[in-house]
């Protein structure tokens, strides 16, 4: 039995256990209170509360620090929007009249009106100290409300924001300063290739001359010919590496990603190599593509990986050696190129030095000529082109290097334009019509090749003009068939002379050859856009400017408003 007057065990445990709870309750109440008030006094970022009318109720030590009142001196007597930027407030205001569709005056009631929404905001404002001196803050308000739901003020803390936009200056001056740098860059990539160019034009150009000239050049004098071109070549291939390499990384190589056939690409590639193969005696065997790929990419680009990796296939293979191009489909949406030789091989320290420039991995003392760019070159342009390039060697059996490139869907036909059939060798177009040339060009040099290539023409007549100027004159005057025209002249570019015969409806029919040592993709482009007919660069291939000048002649024969429309084509 229980004795009486004495409280049942249970009610001792019940009573410990109240008791507990009341001391959690209480160090929690500290606790909060302490957070409170850590928040209230910190230092580091501002409080104002207001009441729902927006003035200020609630000033901490952050807003102290960083503003200069005292808390006693805006409490009850001021809004926030008294201590921004008035130009600020005045623009935040608008800004919310037209999100909000509704007129809003200038002031805190803007933001307070937004906030009533039950939307929470967060913007960048510049705060005015009491001492009139600025900073700008990031600030982020929101609205207070009681227990049902009603707005009793509204929140705002802020930080200071002055080393991040002082970060975003000196960003966007080092972004300046670095474009600036690209764009001089490319002004000096432009006028190094225009100025390296036009001696090799010449170089090159008689070159070739004499190599077809009559009465063919003696075996001794055609040996000397064949080496001053391979030089002449070597050296152009060397400049053109330079400048894209150099495009690359200043990251300005224009490039057009389209749906290409792969197909097509291939053989092109083919007709291409198979000649430096045969000179080598090695054999070339290309797969057979019985499903029609295409791949998302740039057309040229794409020949220009392609044709680096079969000339090294090709250049370090062994004598009698072999070549095999194959393609893997992939079930990720992708396809791999690849091309084998049965070269020498390849160490693995050998294998992690590729793709690095001006490295030939020994080969420097070699008969093979080679500038260690072309592989890295690939690697870029790949990559821009969303694919992967690599490399298996085996020493002594030799290399497998490939691409991989991102399938896409057969493009859809497109209406056919009308484009006038290239002419496969220069011919007499009729033997009884004399046309007329005439070439804008003020380099001696350049002229008197021209002037030479048009002499095994009897079917043209050659005039010639030093300047722009002169050149429109003279145009005018003989209404040439075909205008050839360089680009760097004396006086008015070819670009502005282009410009005033196509404004002219005396001239404007007439095509107009660009011929240019400005061989950067953007200066081809450029000129392109400006409507040349073709833009051939120098130095001057002999067979492509024949064909080119064949071809601006059938146009020149049409109607004139058919040409007109044909030129813009």
Avoid at 94 to 113: C, K, M, R, V
Avoid at 422 to 430: D, E, G, K, N, Y
Avoid at 479 to 491: F, K
Wanted: aromatic share 6%.
């Amino acid at each position: 039995m229980l004795e009486t007057g004495k409280n049942p065990p249970f009610a001792d445990h019940a009573g410990k256990a109240d008791g507990i709870t009341e001391v959690r309750r209480q160090e929690a109440l500290l606790k909060t209170g302490a957070l409170q008030n850590a928040i209230l006094t910190s230092a580091n970022f501002s409080i104002i509360a207001t009441d729902e009318n927006g003035i200020i109720q609630l000033f901490n030590v952050g807003a102290e620090r960083m503003l200069g009142y005292m808390a006693a001196e805006v409490v009850n007597k001021i809004s926030p929007s008294d201590i921004h930027d008035p130009q600020e407030v005045m623009a935040r205001a608008q800004a919310l009249s037209l999100e909000l569709a509704t007129p809003i005056a200038p002031g805190f009631e803007a933001l307070a009106f937004k906030a009533s929404r039950g939307i929470e905001d967060s913007y960048e404002l510049t705060y005015i100290c009491k001492d009139g001196s600025r900073f700008p803050a990031i600030v982020s308000i929101t609205a207070l409300r009681d227990d049902y739901g009603h707005i009793i003020g509204y929140l705002l803390i802020g930080t200071d924001n002055s080393v991040r936009k002082q970060v975003e200056l000196e960003l966007n001056n080092a972004i300046a300063v670095a474009e600036k740098a690209n764009l001089a860059k490319s002004d000096f990539l432009s006028s190094m290739s225009h100025e390296l160019r036009t001696p090799l034009s010449a170089i090159l150009g008689f070159a070739q001359l004499m190599e077809s000239g009559s009465p063919s050049p003696t075996p001794s004098q055609k040996r000397s010919i064949d080496q001053i071109l391979k030089a002449g070549w070597y050296l152009l291939e060397l400049i053109n590496e330079i400048l894209d390499l150099a495009q690359i990384e200043s990251g300005r190589l224009p490039l057009s990603l389209e749906p290409i056939s792969l197909t097509e690409v291939v053989r092109e590639c083919q007709a291409m190599i198979e000649p430096q193969a045969e000179k080598s005696s090695i054999r070339m065997i290309f797969p057979r593509f019985e499903i029609p790929y295409y791949v998302k990419a740039d057309r040229t680009r794409v020949k220009q990986v392609l044709i680096n990796l079969l000339s090294n296939a090709v250049k370090y293979n062994k004598a009698g050696g072999t070549v095999v191009v194959d393609f893997i489909a992939s079930t990720l949406g992708r396809i791999r190129i690849c091309v084998e030789d049965t070269g020498e091989g390849l160490t693995p320290d050998k294998v992690t030095q590729l793709f690095q420039p001006f490295n030939r991995l020994g080969k420097e003392a070699g008969i093979e000529e080679g500038t260690g760019i072309g592989l890295m070159v690939s690697k870029r342009l790949v990559e821009l082109m969303k694919g992967e390039i690599g490399v298996e060697s085996t020493v002594g059996k030799g290399s497998v290097f490939w691409f991989e490139l991102n399938l896409t869907a057969e493009p859809r036909p497109a209406a056919a334009a009308a484009q006038p059939t290239p002419v496969a060798q220069p011919q007499v177009l009729a033997a009884a019509c004399l046309h007329t040339l005439l070439y804008v060009e003020d380099n001696p040099a350049n002229l008197m090749l021209v002037e030479d290539l048009i002499a095994r023409r009897p079917d043209i007549r050659l005039l010639s003009a030093t300047d722009g100027s002169r050149g429109i004159e003279i145009a005018r005057a003989s209404r040439p068939d075909v205008i050839l025209m360089d680009i760097n002249l004396p006086g008015i570019s070819g670009i502005q002379a282009l410009k005033i015969l196509r404004a002219d409806p005396a001239t404007a029919h007439i095509p107009v050859v660009a011929l240019s040592a400005n061989a950067i993709p953007r200066d081809i482009e450029r000129g392109l856009g400006a409507g040349f007919f073709r833009y051939l660069t120098k130095p001057i291939m002999v067979n492509e400017f024949m064909d080119t000048l064949d071809v601006a002649l059938r146009i020149a024969n049409t109607e004139p408003a058919r040409a007109i429309n044909e030129v813009k084509a």
